[in-house]
């Protein structure tokens, strides 16, 4: 297959280096900055320069590697060139206002079919330079089927599982939007608080795993992020409620030096922790 990635950075020059190196199809890579497309060659991201004019008509599938108003953008303007039986597919953080684009379209393009796509996938890093032709090993893949074809959601489905990853989740875009906010972007928002603490600039010597852990993610790109959380308020909100409430029960419970129920709520987090543990097992067992 010709498969055209829109967007090479870090997901996208993965995703190219992954299909290159486990797959023969070909890959044409796109990136306004030229000296990126420059990288993703020397890097193996892409076989060669995507040929707006001339290569659209000709493409199997395009994926849109970015950000969710630049990939809604860049659909606008490339879909209409597609042809019939073309995929067109994203990988954005967030899948509720790019599958309402791709409902639009679908209704003027019936013909192309689209889906929603969110790898379970990344790094503390960005760019093309820090790509990994091995970022998509074991990982979950989060469909979004926008058109209904089976046998083109299986070529969705078995080309991620060829670039590595271990199984594929289908839902719709309201359950992605409501699970991310809780496993990503809260995440995300902990760690950056985190590192807000004047203890971090000084924390060498006496820092191990935890430190390591949780602060992993606060590197992360401000741009990016910012568009997912603004664009996911409605869920991301209540769980940072949630999690200012527990907070709230520890500090509590600490100023008033009350051992007994500490023990309670920290037990209650290993309960939590194990059962969710137990459910990841499980889930992997299907």
């Avoid at 797959?23 to 497309?37: A, F, M, N, P, R």
């Avoid at 996938?121 to 790509?131: K, L, T």
Wanted: net charge negative; hydrophobic share 45%.
């Amino acid at each position: 297959m010709k498969i055209a990635i829109i967007g090479m950075g870090l997901i996208g020059g993965s995703l190219g280096r992954a299909i290159l190196k486990n797959t023969q199809h070909e890959v044409l890579g796109y990136d306004l900055d030229k000296s990126v497309l420059q990288k993703a060659r020397l890097l193996n991201a892409h076989t060669r320069a995507l040929d707006k004019e001339n290569d659209l008509p000709q493409v199997d599938i395009v994926i849109f590697a970015l950000c969710p108003r630049a990939a809604i953008e860049s659909m606008r303007d490339i879909v209409p060139h597609l042809k019939d039986g073309a995929i067109v597919m994203d990988i954005c953080g967030n899948k509720r206002v790019i599958v309402d684009e791709m409902t639009r379209l679908e209704k003027e393009y019936p013909n192309l079919f689209f889906i929603g796509t969110h790898p379970m996938a990344g790094r503390e890093f960005s760019g093309i330079s820090h790509s990994m032709a091995t970022l998509f090993d074991k990982a979950f893949v989060v469909l979004v089927p926008v058109s209904q074809d089976i046998a083109k959601l299986a070529v969705v489905k078995n080309l991620f599982l060829a670039i590595g990853a271990t199984d594929v989740e289908i839902c719709n875009a309201k359950k992605h939007d409501g699970m991310i906010s809780y496993t990503s972007q809260l995440a995300h928002i902990v760690s950056s608080s985190y590192v807000k603490n004047p203890h971090c600039s000084s924390h060498a010597g006496f820092s191990a795993g935890s430190f390591r852990d949780l602060t992993r993610v606060a590197k992360l790109n401000p741009d990016m992020w910012a568009e997912l959380f603004v664009e996911n308020k409605d869920y991301l909100v209540n769980d940072i409620d949630e999690i200012i409430k527990h907070l709230q029960e520890y500090r509590d419970a600490i100023a008033e030096g009350d051992e007994k129920e500490l023990r309670v709520l920290l037990a209650d987090g290993v309960k939590q922790k194990e059962a969710a543990e137990n459910a990841r097992k499980e889930r992997l067992k299907d």
